[in-house]
């Protein structure tokens, strides 16, 4: 495959992309992570997610710790070509490092916002003292 098509994607200036993690089957949104050409290139070659993490400074494949891998069934960009989804089956039933299901249990309720989704997994049995 040639790298060109890295070419047509529109980068940000720290040459990042966000990526959107979405469930296969069900639709639902899992969680954001960025992604660069590398981590993009060896998302395609492993048929697995790999990110580029801001806070480590780098690469991240999805799990690599937990366990809880992602599969990716199909990419998408969208029409500006700024942002990617990644279509994935979401291995273990936990995306997110707090043990839930998806990055995204906090609902703005009556005024704050509400946890709104369970621990499913305590992360210190995941990820011992490292999360």
Request: charged fraction near 25%; hydrophobic fraction near 30%; proline fraction near 4%.
């Amino acid at each position: 495959m040639s790298p060109d098509w890295l070419d047509t994607i529109h980068w940000n200036p720290d040459g990042l992309i966000p990526a959107i993690a979405q469930e296969t089957g069900t639709g639902k949104v899992l969680m954001l992570a960025w992604m660069n050409r590398e981590s993009l290139q060896r998302t395609l070659e492993t048929g697995e997610a790999v990110y580029w993490s801001r806070s480590r400074q780098r690469l991240w494949h999805k799990g690599e710790s937990s366990g809880n891998t992602q599969r990716v069934v199909q990419m998408r960009l969208d029409c500006d070509r700024d942002t990617l989804l990644l279509e994935v089956e979401q291995r273990g039933g936990i995306a997110c490092h707090t043990g839930r299901h998806n990055c995204f249990y906090h609902r703005y309720q009556d005024g704050d916002w509400q946890v709104v989704e369970p621990v499913l997994k305590d992360p210190d049995q995941m990820y011992g003292d490292k999360t």
